[in-house]
């Protein structure tokens, strides 16, 4: 078999995350919350297999190749769901492994899409493992092991350059691949610390620590999972919605940024960052014209209400963060589709966001435009530029191939998805919401429902959805191709 080192690598990052099931084994322990035995039996299963799978292997291992590393990060995409799954599966009484699977996915993806309802009696530990596979899947379960992996003799640069998306492919921030990855989440530990003091400090009324904990993980993963069926319109609070705001802003963008920015100990770094201008502008425009629009429309009588209620879900959806504090979905279409909308470009490059992400979006725009000028002017030289540097034509034809792919995968699985049963808004914006990994979607998978009323059928359709998403579709897609398996 040619892959031997990846299933020994793969081995290696199973094991990893079965132990990541020891912080929510400790809670259940500690509150006797009774879902102790599921993950007993999780990470004996998990460890298990990991260790016969390594074993069966390690004579066969040596550094991974490019085309290794999309493989790999493929498999662990695929296969972490199951092990993920299990404490779902074998605590809450009757959830089928589709529907576990289908939220261990979409944890660990960000998307925040649920099919469980009770949320609210659900023990403690369980919830929070639901919020912890966000904030794992935020930054990447790949690049936690790249920094592990080396120390294995498993070299991790290509499943890193496999997994990041935007500039991060093309930068070294360290010198050490394994550097960079923990510098990246020396970053994401210090603002969700933040995130998780900053809740926890203004919802002392309503918010307990672990809920603190929880939410801390979820928005800074931008996952969207709650620990409230309501998700965070339980609480009603504006000061909670103005945290979850300011860090999913923060988690919105780049964290090559963020890190930067912190060793540098200046604010340069986000002045250098060509996408920042966008990314606030996107937002801006959107949250003052759907208010406008809003308030026009007659959904609204006072224009704070208005405000508070559109650049909550402005910013949740665009950012790909999924929580919601009302059903948006009794707002005028438009509106609903705006933010739906959002979702597919306004997340910076190297975020924990999903979509397109800005980058490709302003590229997209310039070359559009270059084009229209090209047809007046058909002499004309005009080099698309981003942050003053020009743009080479090898990446402009990567992001035209991107963005038509992203568009043929929305129409096939829309259409795969209404030929199922689905009224048409429900398949469009289900597919929408999973391939952005933002979660709730409209209609029958509004902000007030959930996934549950999918089939199974539907249920797979969504969760391949969120995955080839997640992975920023090319890197799906490639091991899907019948070339890469050729010698």
């Given at each position: 078999?040619?892959h031997?080192?990846?299933?020994n690598?793969?081995?290696?990052i199973?094991?990893?995350?079965?132990?990541t099931m020891?912080?929510p084994?400790?809670?259940?322990?500690?509150?006797?919350?009774?879902?102790e035995f599921?993950y007993?039996?999780?990470?004996?299963?998990a460890?298990?297999s990991a260790?016969?799978?390594?074993?069966?292997?390690?004579?066969?291992?040596?550094?991974?190749?490019v085309?290794?590393g999309?493989?790999l990060?493929?498999?662990?995409?695929?296969?972490l769901?199951?092990?993920?799954?299990?404490?779902?599966?074998?605590?809450?009484?009757?959830?089928?492994?589709?529907d576990?699977?289908?939220e261990?996915?979409?944890?660990?993806?960000t998307?925040g899409a649920?099919v469980?309802?009770?949320?609210?009696q659900l023990?403690?530990?369980?919830?929070?493992?639901?919020?912890?596979?966000?904030?794992?899947?935020g930054?990447?379960?790949i690049?936690l092991?790249?920094?592990?992996?080396?120390?294995?003799?498993?070299?991790?640069r290509?499943?890193?350059?496999?997994?990041?998306?935007?500039?991060?492919?093309?930068?070294?921030l360290?010198?050490?691949?394994a550097?960079?990855?923990?510098?990246?989440?020396?970053?994401?530990?210090?603002?969700?610390?933040?995130c998780?003091?900053?809740?926890?400090?203004?919802?002392?009324?309503?918010?307990?620590?672990?809920?603190?904990v929880?939410?801390?993980?979820?928005i800074?993963?931008?996952?969207?999972?709650?620990?409230?069926?309501?998700?965070?319109?339980h609480?009603?609070?504006?000061?909670?919605?103005?945290?979850?705001?300011?860090f999913?802003?923060f988690?919105?963008?780049?964290?090559?940024t963020?890190?930067?920015?912190?060793?540098?100990?200046?604010?340069?770094?986000?002045r250098?960052?060509?996408?920042?201008?966008?990314y606030?502008g996107?937002?801006?425009?959107?949250?003052l014209?759907?208010?406008a629009?809003?308030?026009?429309?007659?959904?609204?009588?006072?224009v704070?209400?208005?405000l508070?209620?559109v650049?909550?879900?402005?910013?949740?959806l665009?950012?790909s963060?999924g929580?919601?504090?009302?059903?948006?979905?009794?707002?005028p279409m438009?509106a609903?589709?705006?933010?739906?909308?959002?979702?597919?470009?306004?997340?910076?490059?190297?975020s924990?966001g999903?979509?397109?992400?800005?980058m490709?979006?302003?590229?997209?725009?310039?070359?559009?435009?270059?084009e229209?000028?090209?047809?007046?002017?058909?002499a004309i030289?005009?080099?698309?530029?981003?942050?003053?540097?020009?743009?080479?034509?090898?990446?402009l034809?990567?992001?035209?191939g991107f963005?038509?792919?992203?568009?043929?995968s929305i129409?096939?699985?829309t259409l795969?998805?209404?030929?199922?049963?689905?009224?048409?808004?429900?398949?469009?914006?289900?597919?929408?919401?999973?391939?952005?990994?933002t979660?709730?979607?409209?209609?029958?998978?509004?902000p007030?429902?959930?996934?549950?009323?999918?089939t199974?059928?539907?249920?797979?359709?969504?969760?391949?959805?969120?995955?080839?998403?997640r992975l920023e579709?090319?890197?799906?897609?490639?091991?899907?191709?019948?070339?890469?398996?050729?010698?």
């Open positions: 078999m040619r031997f080192q990846v299933l690598a793969l081995a290696v199973i094991g990893i995350f079965a132990l020891l912080l084994l400790g809670v259940s322990w500690y509150y006797r919350d009774g879902a599921a007993d039996e999780a990470m004996l299963l460890l298990g260790a016969l799978l390594w074993l069966a292997t390690r004579r066969r291992r040596r550094d991974l190749t085309r290794d999309f493989l990060v493929v498999l662990t995409w695929a296969v769901p199951i092990y993920a799954g299990l404490p779902l599966y074998l605590h809450i009484e009757g959830l089928s492994f589709t576990a699977y289908f261990a996915a979409s944890g660990l993806t998307t649920t469980l309802t009770g949320l609210d023990p403690v530990s369980i919830n929070l493992w639901r919020m912890q596979l966000h904030w794992l899947g930054m990447g379960v690049v092991a790249v920094a592990v992996l080396p120390l294995l003799g498993i070299g991790g290509q499943m890193f350059k496999a997994e990041t998306p935007g500039p991060m492919k093309e930068s070294r360290t010198p050490r691949i550097e960079t990855a923990r510098g990246l989440y020396v970053v994401y530990v210090l603002l969700t610390v933040a998780g003091a900053a809740l926890y400090y203004f919802g002392m009324r309503d918010m307990d620590g672990w809920d603190a929880m939410h801390a993980f979820s800074m993963g931008l996952g969207g999972f709650s620990s409230r069926d309501a998700s965070l319109g609480y009603g609070s504006l000061q909670l919605e103005l945290v979850a705001m300011t999913a802003l988690s919105g963008i780049n964290y090559a963020h890190f930067l920015a912190l060793r540098s100990r200046s604010l340069k770094p986000y250098n960052d060509s996408e920042l201008p966008y606030a996107a937002l801006t425009a959107s949250i014209g759907l208010t629009y809003l308030m026009y429309s007659g959904a609204y009588d006072e704070g209400t208005a508070r209620h650049a909550f879900h402005s910013i949740s665009a950012t963060l929580l919601a504090t009302m059903d948006y979905t009794v707002w438009f609903q589709l705006w933010i739906l909308f959002l979702g597919s470009f306004v997340a910076c490059a190297g924990t999903g979509g397109i992400k800005m490709r979006a302003v590229i997209l725009y310039k070359q559009l435009f270059r229209l000028l090209r047809a007046m002017h058909p030289v005009r080099p698309v530029t981003l942050g003053g540097q020009a743009v080479a034509e090898p990446v034809h990567a992001v035209l963005s038509f792919i992203y568009m043929v129409v096939s699985l795969i998805l209404s030929a199922s049963g689905l009224s048409i808004v429900t398949a469009f914006s289900a597919v929408v919401a999973c391939i952005n990994n979660g709730p979607g409209l209609d029958a998978v509004g007030a429902t959930n996934y549950s009323v999918l199974d059928f539907q249920t797979w359709v969504c969760a391949f959805t969120m995955i080839l998403g579709l090319f890197t799906l897609l490639v091991v899907l191709m019948p070339a890469f398996w050729r010698k």
